[in-house]
């Protein structure tokens, strides 16, 4: 299978305890070839962004910055593994680690919505 995640949109559905999303924010990914960015926003985060690649089995690898409702800028590393849903929608399952802060890791599940 090809993946592409050209305007897909996602919402949170799980989150560790210790990172800043919750299944208030969404993010929008873009996809040309296999460079991946996006936007993401909602709950504790006023705005993100990231930026990365998505191997040839479709995982999305990339670094998160994002500005919380505290003021904070945060940022961090993901890489995802894709699972195909019901209907064809997506769930990404999640590794994440802090590249500032208390520089912890977690796993989140995010999953593809309409709105």
Request: hydrophobic share 35%; with cysteine; proline share 2%.
């Amino acid at each position: 299978m090809e993946w592409n995640y050209e305007g897909r949109l996602f919402r949170v559905v799980e989150n560790s305890t210790g990172g800043e999303t919750s299944n208030e924010t969404t993010f929008l990914y873009h996809q040309r070839n296999n460079v991946l960015w996006g936007t993401y926003e909602g709950g504790d985060i006023k705005m993100g962004m990231l930026v990365g690649v998505v191997s040839s089995l479709g995982e999305p690898d990339f670094d998160y910055r994002h500005v919380n409702v505290f003021g904070a800028i945060c940022s961090g590393v993901c890489r995802s593994v894709p699972e195909i849903l019901a209907r064809g929608k997506i769930r990404l399952l999640e590794k994440w680690r802090w590249m500032t802060g208390d520089l912890s890791e977690g796993a989140s599940v995010i999953e593809e919505c309409t709105s």
